[in-house]
């Protein structure tokens, strides 16, 4: 009998840039560790404004000029409290991605949405701000590349780069049943 996956979505504003981007970085660093067949990534916006759309053409070039695939096939959707109730780990690229995250948990008042552990994707980064209050939880935000040019989209990837091995620790931790020293 196999277990279930452990199921991890990644969250931004419209799902065309900076979740999937973490979707894909996510998925590549969890099958280079071995876990790609016990792990489920995938990614959703808070916002419904982008919904169907592919992922933006300038993260599409960053990520292949990364050796990452491209996103092809991703569509945008908007997260669901049934999202919520049914991922393991919700990672959120900003704070008011998460504040907005725990509100929707809360307010469907959907049993099971007390599963997904939601945090700040960077809270991931060995290297991103000590950050003790919920007040300063901005300091951890993914940069949003949207409105820039071509270099923004290559910080955000940094970005996204430097908490993915965090994340693998993290998952692999709970798959084992063990602590890990991020959480």
């Known amino acids: 009998m196999t277990a279930e996956p452990y199921r991890v979505m990644t969250v931004c504003t419209g799902n065309i840039c900076r979740s999937p981007m973490a979707e894909i970085v996510l998925r590549d660093r969890l099958e280079a560790a071995g876990l790609g067949d016990r792990v489920v990534v995938d990614s959703s916006g808070v916002s419904d404004e982008e919904h169907g759309n592919p992922v933006d053409p300038r993260a599409r070039r960053?990520?292949?000029?990364?050796?990452?695939?491209?996103g092809d096939g991703h569509r945008a959707r908007q997260a669901t409290a049934s999202d919520l109730a049914s991922r393991d780990l919700v990672l959120a690229?900003?704070?008011?991605?998460?504040?907005?995250?725990?509100?929707?948990?809360?307010?469907?008042?959907?049993?099971?949405?007390?599963?997904?552990?939601?945090?700040?994707?960077?809270?991931f980064d060995p290297d991103a701000p000590l950050v003790e209050r919920d007040a300063d939880e901005h300091l951890l935000d993914v940069d949003d590349p949207w409105y820039g040019d071509q270099g923004g989209f290559e910080t955000t990837l940094a970005e996204v780069e430097a908490a993915a091995d965090g994340v693998v620790a993290h998952v692999r931790a709970r798959l084992e049943g063990t602590k890990d020293v991020a959480s």
């Open 62 to 70: 960053v990520l292949a000029a990364h050796g990452y695939p491209a």
């Open 93 to 123: 690229m900003t704070a008011q991605h998460a504040r907005r995250l725990r509100r929707l948990a809360t307010e469907r008042g959907a049993s099971g949405t007390e599963r997904a552990e939601i945090r700040l994707y960077r809270s």
